[in-house]
């Protein structure tokens, strides 16, 4: 009995065997992917896949193959006060959980395997693939599996096809109410330059004859060519509202869910704040101070959240680093949001600084502690210029509602 059954479970191994090795159909694909994804939102996108043999094909499955996401050795030792190991577990002490989570979080997404329907010999199939972004980032594939199960369900014949992609997640974005941000139309030296053009710009008033001293920019060549005199365009200097976003990213650890949050409060308040008659400028640090101009022309929605979902912590200088990018525009602003991954001295200057200016002031920090916020009293810079409020971690979304 045992040679007859060890003899029935070879047979059954090797038939498996030999029907795996005998997949030999060839496959391509194409996948119709979007630019962006925004994290915590399903995206559903078009597979057409050609089969290229002569045979029916059924019982397939189409997997999606990631780019490599483990974090080499020093991200690995970086994010070691970012995790908190529960030392109750032998493996988890030596940071097995923190590997996984680096991967997870380097591959930003999950895309789920996809059962095929029936593939006609020599013919193309149109499938819809799923993909669930989890975390912001850029989500690379390098291709696409084809497997079929062998007839007793021990072994899967595999066909790769290359076909490297990526595609931008970005941060996740909470529902806000319609935010008005105070502040009255500042003088913008210069004009705003639309589009990609280069040079000053104003805004056009009419046309009038040629007078000494006119610049030559400024002819009007049509009007003169029909005319037959000189004339010249007359223009105003550009009056608007322009507001600043500054995004708090100093912090000791190169990850926090503070910072995530941050980043997804300011991708919600740049979608929100409408920009089509206004400026706003997004400032930040990373390697360096960055400032980003969006609004009247000069750029778009989707630009600002690209940028956002690229945006690191900066850990080795310090708040004070930001002020020089403040400064330079400060003469512009009307307003400010400013978005604090806590609040300290530092923090509370600025803010004291722009409300002596006469700027109008929207603060936002987020706190892990139920409504305390270090040792200042935030409360008491509410006043006719500035408007403060405390977010808390798993309570952002209800708190935003009450800005």
Not at 242 to 263: K, M
Request: glycine content about 4%; hydrophobic content about 40%.
């Amino acid at each position: 009995m045992n040679y007859q059954i060890f003899t029935f479970l070879l047979s059954i191994l090797i038939i498996s065997i030999v029907s795996s090795l005998l997949f030999r159909d060839r496959f391509s694909a194409n996948r119709n992917l979007p630019r962006f994804a925004t994290v915590g939102v399903k995206l559903k996108y078009k597979i057409v896949i050609n089969n290229k043999s002569n045979n029916i094909q059924k019982g397939l499955k189409l997997f999606e193959n990631f780019a490599d996401p483990r974090p080499n050795f020093k991200e690995f030792i970086e994010t070691l006060e970012t995790r908190k190991v529960r030392h109750n577990s032998f493996i988890q002490a030596f940071g097995y959980d923190r590997w996984l989570w680096l991967i997870s979080r380097k591959q930003c997404a999950i895309a789920l395997p996809i059962d095929l329907p029936s593939l006609a010999p020599n013919s193309k199939t149109e499938v819809i693939g799923e993909i669930l972004p989890t975390q912001r980032g850029i989500f690379r594939l390098t291709g696409m599996t084809v497997a079929r199960t062998d007839p007793f369900g021990l072994f899967k014949a595999c066909k790769t096809i290359s076909l490297p992609q990526s595609l931008l997640i970005l941060p996740k974005l909470y529902q806000l109410p319609s935010v008005q941000l105070p502040g009255i139309k500042k003088h913008q030296s210069g004009g705003v330059a639309l589009t990609s053009s280069v040079g000053d710009s104003e805004e056009f008033r009419s046309l009038r004859d040629y007078r000494p001293g006119d610049s030559l920019r400024k002819i009007h060549w049509k009007s003169w060519a029909k005319v037959g005199k000189p004339i010249v365009k007359e223009e105003q200097d550009e009056f608007f509202v322009r507001h600043a976003l500054i995004l708090d990213t100093f912090q000791s650890v190169n990850y926090s869910e503070i910072l995530e949050e941050a980043i997804s409060i300011a991708a919600s308040l740049a979608c929100e704040v409408q920009t089509q008659e206004s400026l706003l400028d997004l400032m930040f640090v990373g390697n360096e101070a960055y400032c980003f101009t969006f609004g009247r022309g000069l750029s778009h929605t989707d630009k600002m959240l690209e940028i956002l979902a690229s945006v690191v912590a900066c850990r080795d200088k310090s708040f004070d680093s930001i002020i020089p990018a403040v400064l330079e525009k400060l003469s512009l602003l009307s307003g400010c949001i400013c978005i604090f991954l806590c609040w300290d001295e530092d923090r509370k200057r600025l803010v004291n600084y722009l409300k002596s200016v006469g700027i109008h002031t929207l603060v936002l920090v987020i706190t892990d502690k139920e409504g305390k916020v270090a040792n200042f009293d935030l409360d008491s810079m509410n006043d006719r210029l500035t408007r403060s409020h405390i977010l808390n971690l798993g309570k952002i979304q209800e708190e935003l509602m009450h800005i």
